[in-house]
Protein backbone atom coordinates (compact mmCIF):
# COMPACT_ATOMS: atom_id res chain seq x y z
CA UNK A 1 0.00 0.00 0.00
CA UNK A 2 1.53 3.53 -1.61
CA UNK A 3 1.66 6.45 1.25
CA UNK A 4 -0.84 8.83 0.24
CA UNK A 5 0.76 12.55 -0.72
CA UNK A 6 -0.02 13.57 2.88
CA UNK A 7 1.69 11.23 4.22
CA UNK A 8 4.34 12.08 1.70
CA UNK A 9 4.38 15.13 2.87
CA UNK A 10 4.36 14.40 6.54
CA UNK A 11 7.18 11.68 6.56
CA UNK A 12 9.88 13.83 4.80
CA UNK A 13 8.76 17.20 6.66
CA UNK A 14 9.07 14.74 9.69
CA UNK A 15 12.05 13.18 8.97
CA UNK A 16 13.92 16.67 8.26
CA UNK A 17 12.75 17.91 11.59
CA UNK A 18 14.46 15.17 13.48
CA UNK A 19 17.61 15.95 11.10
CA UNK A 20 17.98 19.18 12.14
CA UNK A 21 17.27 18.55 15.94
CA UNK A 22 20.23 15.91 16.26
CA UNK A 23 22.41 18.58 14.78
CA UNK A 24 20.75 21.97 15.76
CA UNK A 25 23.78 23.65 16.14
CA UNK A 26 23.90 23.84 12.30
CA UNK A 27 20.20 25.46 12.43
CA UNK A 28 20.52 28.07 14.19
CA UNK A 29 23.43 29.51 12.07
CA UNK A 30 21.37 31.60 9.62
CA UNK A 31 19.92 33.35 12.85
CA UNK A 32 22.96 34.45 14.40
CA UNK A 33 24.46 35.04 11.01
CA UNK A 34 21.05 37.55 10.76
CA UNK A 35 21.63 39.02 14.61
CA UNK A 36 25.23 39.82 13.82
CA UNK A 37 24.54 41.65 10.57
CA UNK A 38 22.29 43.55 12.23
CA UNK A 39 23.63 44.33 15.17
CA UNK A 40 27.01 45.28 13.21
CA UNK A 41 24.74 48.62 11.32
CA UNK A 42 24.80 51.10 14.42
CA UNK A 43 28.57 49.95 15.37
CA UNK A 44 29.46 50.90 11.78
CA UNK A 45 27.24 54.04 10.99
CA UNK A 46 26.05 55.73 13.84
CA UNK A 47 24.23 54.63 16.84
CA UNK A 48 21.89 57.62 16.89
CA UNK A 49 18.28 56.21 16.35
CA UNK A 50 17.51 58.55 14.09
CA UNK A 51 19.41 57.81 11.61
CA UNK A 52 19.27 54.51 12.07
CA UNK A 53 15.82 54.33 11.41
CA UNK A 54 15.67 55.44 8.49
CA UNK A 55 17.60 52.56 7.07
CA UNK A 56 16.59 49.85 9.16
CA UNK A 57 13.96 48.04 7.36
CA UNK A 58 16.39 48.22 4.33
CA UNK A 59 19.14 46.57 6.86
CA UNK A 60 16.59 44.23 7.90
CA UNK A 61 15.12 42.99 5.01
CA UNK A 62 18.78 42.46 3.29
CA UNK A 63 19.89 40.45 6.25
CA UNK A 64 17.01 38.42 6.14
CA UNK A 65 18.04 38.02 2.40
CA UNK A 66 21.67 36.81 3.29
CA UNK A 67 20.76 34.87 6.19
CA UNK A 68 18.10 32.83 4.12
CA UNK A 69 20.61 32.18 1.50
CA UNK A 70 23.14 30.99 3.69
CA UNK A 71 21.27 27.92 5.20
CA UNK A 72 20.39 26.79 1.03
CA UNK A 73 24.01 25.41 -0.04
CA UNK A 74 22.84 22.51 2.69
CA UNK A 75 19.24 21.84 2.06
CA UNK A 76 19.41 19.41 -0.66
CA UNK A 77 23.06 18.45 -0.81
CA UNK A 78 23.36 16.27 1.91
CA UNK A 79 20.32 14.02 0.49
CA UNK A 80 22.25 14.08 -3.19
CA UNK A 81 25.70 13.19 -1.71
CA UNK A 82 24.85 10.10 0.20
CA UNK A 83 22.35 8.60 -2.33
CA UNK A 84 18.77 9.38 -1.05
CA UNK A 85 17.64 11.47 -3.50
CA UNK A 86 18.82 8.79 -6.36
CA UNK A 87 16.30 6.68 -4.33
CA UNK A 88 13.60 9.56 -4.20
CA UNK A 89 13.63 9.54 -7.96
CA UNK A 90 13.32 6.09 -8.18
CA UNK A 91 10.45 5.72 -5.63
CA UNK A 92 7.76 6.14 -8.06
CA UNK A 93 6.18 8.92 -5.67
CA UNK A 94 6.43 12.56 -7.40
CA UNK A 95 9.67 14.00 -6.06
CA UNK A 96 7.77 17.67 -6.59
CA UNK A 97 5.83 17.01 -3.56
CA UNK A 98 8.95 15.95 -1.39
CA UNK A 99 10.84 18.53 -2.43
CA UNK A 100 7.87 21.19 -1.42
CA UNK A 101 8.10 19.29 1.99
CA UNK A 102 12.03 19.77 2.30
CA UNK A 103 11.78 23.42 1.07
CA UNK A 104 8.64 24.03 3.96
CA UNK A 105 10.73 22.33 6.58
CA UNK A 106 13.69 24.31 5.58
CA UNK A 107 11.51 27.57 5.73
CA UNK A 108 10.22 26.60 9.36
CA UNK A 109 14.11 26.20 10.39
CA UNK A 110 15.38 28.77 8.66
CA UNK A 111 12.72 31.36 8.00
CA UNK A 112 10.69 31.78 10.26
CA UNK A 113 12.66 32.34 13.11
CA UNK A 114 13.64 35.27 11.49
CA UNK A 115 10.47 36.36 11.52
CA UNK A 116 10.14 35.88 15.31
CA UNK A 117 13.55 38.03 15.56
CA UNK A 118 12.98 40.75 13.11
CA UNK A 119 10.61 42.73 15.75
CA UNK A 120 13.63 42.51 18.48
CA UNK A 121 15.98 43.15 15.62
CA UNK A 122 14.18 45.99 14.69
CA UNK A 123 13.20 48.16 17.86
CA UNK A 124 17.32 47.79 18.37
CA UNK A 125 17.08 49.74 14.95
CA UNK A 126 14.79 52.55 16.34
CA UNK A 127 11.37 50.98 14.84
CA UNK A 128 8.68 51.83 16.46
CA UNK A 129 6.62 49.36 17.83
CA UNK A 130 3.52 49.79 15.68
CA UNK A 131 5.18 48.29 12.54
CA UNK A 132 6.31 44.95 14.17
CA UNK A 133 3.14 43.36 13.13
CA UNK A 134 4.14 44.61 9.14
CA UNK A 135 7.84 43.56 9.72
CA UNK A 136 6.95 40.16 10.83
CA UNK A 137 4.09 39.80 8.25
CA UNK A 138 5.95 40.82 5.37
CA UNK A 139 9.27 38.63 6.27
CA UNK A 140 6.82 36.21 6.33
CA UNK A 141 5.88 36.31 3.43
CA UNK A 142 9.01 37.18 1.63
CA UNK A 143 10.89 34.78 3.44
CA UNK A 144 8.47 31.77 2.35
CA UNK A 145 9.35 33.09 -1.24
CA UNK A 146 12.91 33.11 -0.48
CA UNK A 147 13.10 29.55 0.38
CA UNK A 148 10.97 28.63 -2.88
CA UNK A 149 13.31 30.13 -4.97
CA UNK A 150 16.23 29.35 -3.24
CA UNK A 151 15.45 25.68 -3.63
CA UNK A 152 14.89 25.92 -6.82
CA UNK A 153 18.38 27.41 -7.46
CA UNK A 154 19.45 24.53 -4.55
CA UNK A 155 18.19 21.82 -7.00
CA UNK A 156 20.16 23.27 -9.94
CA UNK A 157 23.22 23.86 -8.93
CA UNK A 158 23.85 20.64 -6.10
CA UNK A 159 26.03 19.03 -8.67
CA UNK A 160 28.33 21.87 -8.93
CA UNK A 161 31.02 21.28 -6.98
CA UNK A 162 31.50 24.38 -4.36
CA UNK A 163 28.66 26.03 -6.04
CA UNK A 164 27.88 28.27 -3.48
CA UNK A 165 28.61 31.31 -5.51
CA UNK A 166 26.85 30.11 -8.41
CA UNK A 167 23.76 29.48 -6.23
CA UNK A 168 23.81 33.29 -4.68
CA UNK A 169 24.56 34.84 -8.45
CA UNK A 170 21.52 32.45 -9.81
CA UNK A 171 18.95 33.00 -7.11
CA UNK A 172 19.79 36.67 -5.92
CA UNK A 173 18.92 38.27 -9.40
CA UNK A 174 15.22 36.62 -8.76
CA UNK A 175 14.90 37.25 -5.10
CA UNK A 176 14.99 41.05 -5.81
CA UNK A 177 11.27 41.70 -6.59
CA UNK A 178 10.59 40.04 -3.12
CA UNK A 179 13.07 42.16 -1.91
CA UNK A 180 11.98 45.81 -3.30
CA UNK A 181 8.25 45.17 -1.96
CA UNK A 182 9.36 43.94 1.59
CA UNK A 183 11.17 46.72 2.75
CA UNK A 184 8.87 49.15 0.86
CA UNK A 185 6.01 47.47 3.56
CA UNK A 186 8.08 47.98 6.14
CA UNK A 187 9.19 51.81 5.05
CA UNK A 188 5.24 52.39 3.88
CA UNK A 189 4.54 51.28 7.83
CA UNK A 190 6.75 53.51 9.26
CA UNK A 191 5.24 56.57 7.92
CA UNK A 192 2.41 55.49 9.00
CA UNK A 193 0.94 55.29 5.48
CA UNK A 194 -1.41 52.11 3.73
CA UNK A 195 0.86 48.86 3.49
CA UNK A 196 -1.97 46.93 1.77
CA UNK A 197 -0.03 47.32 -1.98
CA UNK A 198 3.21 45.43 -0.95
CA UNK A 199 1.88 43.37 1.00
CA UNK A 200 -0.56 42.13 -1.77
CA UNK A 201 2.03 42.18 -3.91
CA UNK A 202 4.42 39.73 -1.55
CA UNK A 203 1.77 37.18 -1.02
CA UNK A 204 0.63 37.35 -5.17
CA UNK A 205 4.66 36.56 -5.75
CA UNK A 206 4.60 33.72 -2.69
CA UNK A 207 1.56 32.33 -4.24
CA UNK A 208 3.12 31.76 -7.76
CA UNK A 209 6.29 30.62 -6.22
CA UNK A 210 4.79 27.97 -4.56
CA UNK A 211 2.43 26.79 -7.11
CA UNK A 212 4.87 26.51 -9.76
CA UNK A 213 8.26 26.03 -7.99
CA UNK A 214 8.19 22.60 -6.94
CA UNK A 215 7.93 21.28 -10.59
CA UNK A 216 10.84 23.45 -11.46
CA UNK A 217 12.92 21.93 -8.33
CA UNK A 218 11.76 18.13 -9.29
CA UNK A 219 12.91 19.02 -12.64
CA UNK A 220 16.00 20.95 -11.83
CA UNK A 221 17.18 17.80 -9.49
CA UNK A 222 16.60 15.67 -11.93
CA UNK A 223 18.88 16.83 -14.43
CA UNK A 224 21.25 17.37 -11.13
CA UNK A 225 20.83 13.32 -10.26
CA UNK A 226 21.66 12.15 -14.11
CA UNK A 227 25.02 12.63 -13.77
CA UNK B 1 9.12 -19.24 -32.34
CA UNK B 2 5.88 -18.60 -32.85
CA UNK B 3 4.60 -17.73 -29.23
CA UNK B 4 3.72 -14.33 -28.47
CA UNK B 5 4.87 -12.57 -25.42
CA UNK B 6 2.73 -12.20 -22.70
CA UNK B 7 2.51 -8.66 -21.74
CA UNK B 8 1.90 -9.26 -18.04
CA UNK B 9 5.02 -11.72 -17.63
CA UNK B 10 7.51 -9.74 -15.65
CA UNK B 11 10.77 -9.32 -18.27
CA UNK B 12 13.15 -6.89 -18.48
CA UNK B 13 14.63 -6.48 -21.61
CA UNK B 14 17.54 -4.04 -22.55
CA UNK B 15 18.56 -3.57 -26.91
CA UNK B 16 21.22 -2.32 -28.51
CA UNK B 17 22.09 0.24 -25.67
CA UNK B 18 25.12 2.45 -26.11
CA UNK B 19 26.24 5.44 -23.84
CA UNK B 20 29.11 7.94 -24.38
CA UNK B 21 30.65 9.51 -20.93
CA UNK B 22 32.44 12.72 -22.22
CA UNK B 23 34.14 11.58 -25.24
CA UNK B 24 34.64 7.95 -24.50
CA UNK B 25 32.09 5.18 -25.86
CA UNK B 26 31.65 3.44 -22.79
CA UNK B 27 28.35 0.71 -23.65
CA UNK B 28 28.59 -0.34 -27.06
CA UNK B 29 25.48 -1.87 -28.13
CA UNK B 30 24.74 -3.89 -24.79
CA UNK B 31 21.91 -5.97 -25.38
CA UNK B 32 20.18 -8.28 -22.53
CA UNK B 33 17.20 -9.87 -20.94
CA UNK B 34 16.53 -10.90 -17.28
CA UNK B 35 13.23 -13.05 -17.22
CA UNK B 36 11.21 -13.60 -13.74
CA UNK B 37 12.75 -16.21 -11.52
CA UNK B 38 16.59 -15.38 -12.82
CA UNK B 39 19.37 -13.80 -11.83
CA UNK B 40 21.87 -11.99 -14.29
CA UNK B 41 25.08 -11.27 -13.08
CA UNK B 42 27.24 -8.70 -15.28
CA UNK B 43 30.87 -9.19 -15.03
CA UNK B 44 33.81 -7.00 -15.33
CA UNK B 45 36.97 -5.34 -14.99
CA UNK B 46 36.77 -1.98 -13.49
CA UNK B 47 35.73 0.79 -15.35
CA UNK B 48 33.91 -1.18 -18.11
CA UNK B 49 30.77 0.61 -17.30
CA UNK B 50 29.06 -1.50 -15.07
CA UNK B 51 27.74 0.96 -13.10
CA UNK B 52 26.98 2.97 -15.69
CA UNK B 53 24.90 0.42 -17.28
CA UNK B 54 22.97 -0.45 -14.06
CA UNK B 55 21.94 3.35 -13.52
CA UNK B 56 21.00 3.39 -17.50
CA UNK B 57 18.39 0.24 -16.74
CA UNK B 58 17.30 1.99 -13.47
CA UNK B 59 16.19 5.33 -15.23
CA UNK B 60 18.70 7.29 -13.49
CA UNK B 61 20.78 8.12 -16.69
CA UNK B 62 19.93 8.78 -19.90
CA UNK B 63 21.53 6.60 -23.07
CA UNK B 64 22.16 7.85 -26.11
CA UNK B 65 20.23 4.95 -28.18
CA UNK B 66 19.03 2.16 -27.44
CA UNK B 67 15.91 1.08 -25.22
CA UNK B 68 14.97 -0.39 -21.72
CA UNK B 69 11.66 -2.00 -22.02
CA UNK B 70 10.10 -3.75 -18.83
CA UNK B 71 6.78 -5.90 -19.02
CA UNK B 72 7.31 -4.80 -22.66
CA UNK B 73 7.10 -1.05 -22.18
CA UNK B 74 9.89 1.13 -22.34
CA UNK B 75 10.38 2.22 -18.85
CA UNK B 76 10.13 5.99 -20.15
CA UNK B 77 6.80 5.73 -20.82
CA UNK B 78 6.02 3.54 -17.99
CA UNK B 79 8.11 5.42 -15.46
CA UNK B 80 6.08 5.60 -12.44
CA UNK B 81 4.91 1.87 -12.47
CA UNK B 82 8.37 0.72 -13.26
CA UNK B 83 9.57 3.12 -10.44
CA UNK B 84 7.35 1.06 -8.04
CA UNK B 85 8.36 -2.65 -8.87
CA UNK B 86 12.06 -1.70 -9.15
CA UNK B 87 14.52 -1.71 -5.79
CA UNK B 88 17.87 -0.21 -6.66
CA UNK B 89 20.93 -0.42 -4.63
CA UNK B 90 24.11 1.85 -5.29
CA UNK B 91 27.09 2.27 -4.22
CA UNK B 92 25.90 4.47 -1.69
CA UNK B 93 23.89 3.24 0.95
CA UNK B 94 21.20 6.11 1.07
CA UNK B 95 21.83 5.97 5.06
CA UNK B 96 21.55 9.07 7.20
CA UNK B 97 24.33 9.19 9.75
CA UNK B 98 22.82 10.98 11.91
CA UNK B 99 19.42 8.84 11.99
CA UNK B 100 18.80 5.25 13.89
CA UNK B 101 19.08 1.73 11.59
CA UNK B 102 15.38 1.67 12.49
CA UNK B 103 14.63 5.17 11.91
CA UNK B 104 17.03 4.84 8.58
CA UNK B 105 14.44 2.11 7.17
CA UNK B 106 11.58 3.63 8.10
CA UNK B 107 11.95 6.71 6.13
CA UNK B 108 13.59 4.82 3.33
CA UNK B 109 10.38 2.20 3.05
CA UNK B 110 7.76 4.16 3.85
CA UNK B 111 8.05 6.54 0.96
CA UNK B 112 6.91 3.24 -1.74
CA UNK B 113 4.68 1.43 1.13
CA UNK B 114 3.43 1.59 4.49
CA UNK B 115 5.33 -0.43 7.40
CA UNK B 116 4.86 -1.59 10.45
CA UNK B 117 7.41 -1.51 13.06
CA UNK B 118 7.18 -5.43 13.51
CA UNK B 119 7.57 -5.39 10.09
CA UNK B 120 10.97 -3.28 10.22
CA UNK B 121 12.38 -5.17 13.38
CA UNK B 122 11.95 -8.45 11.85
CA UNK B 123 14.17 -7.63 9.05
CA UNK B 124 16.89 -6.33 11.05
CA UNK B 125 16.33 -9.21 13.27
CA UNK B 126 16.90 -11.24 9.81
CA UNK B 127 20.62 -9.03 8.74
CA UNK B 128 21.67 -9.59 12.34
CA UNK B 129 21.32 -5.99 13.11
CA UNK B 130 18.97 -6.41 16.10
CA UNK B 131 21.39 -5.64 18.21
CA UNK B 132 21.86 -2.33 16.52
CA UNK B 133 18.23 -1.17 16.37
CA UNK B 134 18.16 2.25 18.47
CA UNK B 135 22.14 3.24 17.41
CA UNK B 136 22.69 5.90 15.06
CA UNK B 137 23.77 4.76 11.66
CA UNK B 138 27.28 6.69 12.32
CA UNK B 139 27.90 4.24 14.45
CA UNK B 140 27.52 1.06 12.40
CA UNK B 141 30.42 -0.38 10.52
CA UNK B 142 30.70 -0.25 6.61
CA UNK B 143 29.43 -3.92 6.89
CA UNK B 144 26.75 -3.34 9.14
CA UNK B 145 25.95 -0.08 6.81
CA UNK B 146 25.62 -2.21 3.77
CA UNK B 147 23.12 -5.42 5.64
CA UNK B 148 20.87 -1.83 6.39
CA UNK B 149 21.10 -1.25 2.07
CA UNK B 150 20.09 -4.47 1.62
CA UNK B 151 17.04 -5.07 4.27
CA UNK B 152 15.84 -1.76 2.92
CA UNK B 153 15.68 -4.25 -0.68
CA UNK B 154 14.05 -6.65 0.88
CA UNK B 155 11.30 -4.52 3.05
CA UNK B 156 10.66 -2.88 -0.51
CA UNK B 157 8.89 -5.59 -2.11
CA UNK B 158 10.00 -4.94 -5.41
CA UNK B 159 9.87 -7.76 -8.06
CA UNK B 160 13.13 -6.02 -9.45
CA UNK B 161 15.98 -5.68 -7.94
CA UNK B 162 19.23 -4.06 -9.80
CA UNK B 163 22.18 -4.18 -7.56
CA UNK B 164 25.75 -2.36 -7.94
CA UNK B 165 28.32 -4.48 -5.79
CA UNK B 166 25.89 -5.33 -3.02
CA UNK B 167 28.24 -7.44 -1.06
CA UNK B 168 30.66 -4.69 -0.79
CA UNK B 169 32.16 -4.69 2.92
CA UNK B 170 30.16 -7.90 3.89
CA UNK B 171 31.59 -10.53 5.79
CA UNK B 172 31.39 -14.30 5.03
CA UNK B 173 28.34 -14.99 6.91
CA UNK B 174 26.61 -11.63 5.41
CA UNK B 175 27.13 -12.84 1.66
CA UNK B 176 25.78 -16.21 2.60
CA UNK B 177 23.07 -14.75 4.87
CA UNK B 178 22.24 -12.25 1.21
CA UNK B 179 22.91 -14.68 -1.03
CA UNK B 180 19.94 -16.89 0.88
CA UNK B 181 17.54 -13.39 0.50
CA UNK B 182 18.91 -13.31 -3.33
CA UNK B 183 17.54 -17.50 -4.23
CA UNK B 184 14.51 -16.90 -2.15
CA UNK B 185 13.61 -13.74 -4.01
CA UNK B 186 14.55 -15.81 -7.59
CA UNK B 187 12.37 -18.19 -6.19
CA UNK B 188 9.51 -16.60 -5.79
CA UNK B 189 9.75 -15.39 -9.43
CA UNK B 190 11.79 -11.76 -8.89
CA UNK B 191 14.34 -10.48 -11.21
CA UNK B 192 17.91 -9.98 -9.96
CA UNK B 193 20.27 -7.77 -11.90
CA UNK B 194 23.49 -7.07 -10.28
CA UNK B 195 27.31 -6.16 -10.88
CA UNK B 196 29.63 -8.12 -9.24
CA UNK B 197 33.34 -9.04 -8.70
CA UNK B 198 32.39 -12.16 -7.79
CA UNK B 199 30.37 -15.05 -8.17
CA UNK B 200 26.91 -14.90 -6.42
CA UNK B 201 25.09 -18.11 -6.18
CA UNK B 202 27.52 -20.13 -8.05
CA UNK B 203 26.15 -23.37 -9.62
CA UNK B 204 22.67 -22.66 -9.44
CA UNK B 205 20.49 -23.20 -12.66
CA UNK B 206 18.75 -20.03 -13.37
CA UNK B 207 21.89 -17.72 -12.79
CA UNK B 208 23.19 -16.18 -15.41
CA UNK B 209 26.80 -14.40 -15.87
CA UNK B 210 26.92 -11.12 -18.87
CA UNK B 211 30.79 -10.58 -19.69
CA UNK B 212 31.16 -6.58 -20.34
CA UNK B 213 34.87 -5.84 -22.18
Given at each position: MQPGLLQLLGLVMGRDLRLALRHWDQVIQPLIFFVIITTLFPLAISPALDELRRIAPGVVWVAAMLAALLALESLFRPDVEDGTMEQWTLSGQPLSVMLLAKTVTHWLLAGLPIVVMAPLVGTALG????TWLVLAGSLALGTASLSVLGAIGAALT??????SVLLALLVLPLEMPVLIFGARAVDLAMQGEPVAAPLNLLGALLLLFISLGPFAMAAAMRISVET | MSETP????ARLEVRSLHLWRGDRHLLRGVSLTVEAGELLQIMGPNGVGKTSLLRCIAGLLPMETGEVEWRGQSIQRSRETYCQQLAYLAHFNALKADLTAIENLRYGVGLRRQVSTEQLRGILERMQLAAC????????SAGQKRRLAIARILLTDALLWVLD??????DAAGIALFEGCMAEHVARGGLILTAAHQQLL?????VRTLELN
Open positions: MPSSVAVRRG | DPNRTELPVRALEPITNLQGRPN
